[in-house]
C-alpha cells in the first residue's frame, strides 16, 4: 500500500476490534498485551498517535497505550490492565530481558 493510504490505521482498527470482540472480553480478564514493533521513531509516534485517536473515539480508554521508544520507558503498572506497548525495534532488543519484559512476554502477541 501507498504512503498515506492508511496502513496505520487499518492496522489499529484491527488490533483493537480483536481485543474488543474477542469471545466474552476475555482479552480483558487477561490483561492481554499487543506489542507493536517499528523501526523508527517516527512510526512508533505516528503508531501512538493514531491509536490514541481511535481508543478516544471509540471510547475504549481501558486500554492502555505504552510508549517504549525513543526516551520513553515502560512502567510496571502497564501489568495490571489490556495494553499496546509501542516499541522502537533497537530499544526492544536492548532491553528485551530485563524482568518488566519477562513478566510482559507471558501475556503478548506482536504485530
Given at each position: 500500500m501507498p504512503t498515506g493510504s492508511g496502513k496505520t490505521r487499518?492496522?489499529?482498527?484491527?488490533?483493537?476490534?480483536?481485543?474488543?470482540?474477542?469471545?466474552?472480553?476475555?482479552?480483558?480478564?487477561?490483561?492481554?498485551?499487543?506489542?507493536?514493533?517499528a523501526q523508527s521513531e517516527e512510526l512508533?509516534?505516528?503508531?501512538?498517535?493514531?491509536?490514541?485517536?481511535?481508543?478516544?473515539?471509540?471510547?475504549?480508554?481501558?486500554?492502555?497505550?505504552?510508549?517504549?521508544?525513543?526516551?520513553?520507558?515502560?512502567d510496571k503498572d502497564i501489568l495490571d490492565s489490556p495494553a499496546i506497548i509501542i516499541c522502537g525495534i533497537q530499544k526492544l532488543m536492548n532491553h528485551y530481558t530485563n524482568n518488566l519484559w519477562s513478566d510482559i512476554r507471558n501475556q503478548c502477541y506482536f504485530v
Open positions: 487499518t492496522a489499529a482498527e484491527i488490533i483493537l476490534d480483536f481485543i474488543r470482540m474477542s469471545s466474552t472480553r476475555s482479552l480483558y480478564q487477561e490483561n492481554i498485551k499487543i506489542l507493536w514493533i512508533c509516534f505516528q503508531a501512538m498517535k493514531t491509536l490514541k485517536w481511535i481508543i478516544e473515539s471509540k471510547n475504549t480508554r481501558d486500554i492502555k497505550i505504552g510508549n517504549f521508544y525513543g526516551n520513553n520507558t515502560i
